[in-house]
């Protein structure tokens, strides 16, 4: 998460951008595929884990780079690595973090 400046945002706020782009971009039907869970998310870092379906997940990678503001802020929400599970995204984390 890359912002133009610090400003709080809540797990809502995101999690509804996103819903947002999938349904601009992709449709109810494609979006309703998706599975979106937001599991971990770190705003001082910048750092978030979601969890959708291993068969949609290029929809939101996608949708994730169409987000350019939340709540009339400046943001960039890009992609660090995909993983099959949590657990070894969570250990990624701790490694990217370090």
């Known amino acids: ?6 400003f709080s945002l809540d797990k809502q706020k995101i999690l509804n951008s996103i819903w947002g782009a999938l349904w601009k971009y992709f449709g109810l ?13 770190d705003f001082l870092k910048g ?7 291993h068969l949609t997940k290029e929809i939101v990678i996608s ?10 802020k400046k943001i ?7 993983s099959g599970t949590i657990r070894s995204i969570k250990n990624t984390k701790k490694l990217y973090l370090e």
């Open 1 to 6: 998460m890359i912002s133009e400046q610090n």
């Open 29 to 41: 039907k494609e979006a309703s595929r998706v599975g979106l869970w937001l599991v971990d998310l």
């Open 47 to 53: 750092i978030g884990i979601i969890r959708c379906s």
């Open 63 to 72: 949708a994730l780079t169409f987000i350019t503001e939340i709540s009339g």
């Open 76 to 82: 960039i929400l890009s992609p660090i690595k995909t």
